[in-house]
């Protein structure tokens, strides 16, 4: 957004401001088999003791690519699911879910001032971690034992 202001007092003031591009992300979710790239906040099923590898990437206002300084990695609920940062590229992690179904988000934080200041952009991943394939039954009895008529 472009922005003229007139004043007409004394003395005379003209300001032009022009309105900053924001920058959005790209979240790619690989699982070895598949891979899957949406923009902006997403939400991912997985079941429990399963991990898939995360990858953030920035984009400008016209989708062009958009360089930042840093990036950290959190997860709100590490019971339901830790991370580990890749060692030579600090936009990947791989998640894991751990035996708990439940929900984590996950975050990952980046600095977009290329210079000496910060100003960080925040992109979000929900998790929903769900219970796994069947791997043991159990049979229980159910009603009181009767006579047969």
Same mark, same amino acid.
Request: charged share 15%; aromatic share 6%.
């Given at each position: 957004?472009?922005?003229?202001?007139?004043?007409?007092?004394?003395?005379?003031?003209?300001?032009?401001?022009?309105?900053e591009?924001?920058?959005y992300?790209?979240?790619?979710?690989?699982?070895?088999?598949? +891979?899957?790239?949406?923009?902006?906040?997403?939400?991912?099923?997985m079941?429990i003791?399963?991990?898939?590898?995360? #990858?953030?990437?920035?984009?400008?206002?016209?989708?062009?690519?958009?360089?930042?300084? +840093?990036?950290?990695?959190?997860?709100?609920?590490?019971?339901?699911?830790?991370?580990?940062?890749?060692?030579?590229?600090?936009?990947?992690? +791989?998640? #894991?879910?751990?035996?708990?179904?439940?929900?984590?988000?996950?975050?990952?934080?980046?600095?977009?001032?290329?210079?000496?200041?910060?100003?960080?952009?925040?992109?979000?991943?929900?998790?929903?971690?769900v219970?796994?394939?069947?791997?043991?039954?159990?049979?229980?009895?159910?009603?009181?034992?009767?006579p047969?008529?």
């Open positions: 957004m472009n922005q003229l202001e007139i004043s007409f007092g004394t003395p005379l003031r003209i300001v032009v401001a022009k309105e591009t924001p920058i992300y790209r979240w790619t979710i690989s699982d070895g088999k598949t +891979t899957v790239t949406a923009k902006g906040d997403v939400m991912y099923t079941p003791l399963y991990q898939v590898a995360l #990858q953030v990437s920035y984009v400008d206002a016209g989708g062009n690519p958009a360089s930042v300084d +840093t990036v950290t990695w959190n997860s709100s609920n590490s019971n339901i699911v830790t991370f580990t940062v890749d060692t030579t590229d600090q936009t990947k992690c +791989t998640i #894991q879910s751990t035996n708990t179904v439940g929900s984590s988000q996950i975050t990952a934080t980046a600095d977009v001032d290329l210079g000496a200041g910060v100003k960080n952009i925040v992109s979000l991943l929900d998790v929903s971690v219970a796994g394939e069947a791997v043991a039954g159990t049979i229980n009895v159910v009603g009181t034992a009767t047969i008529p």
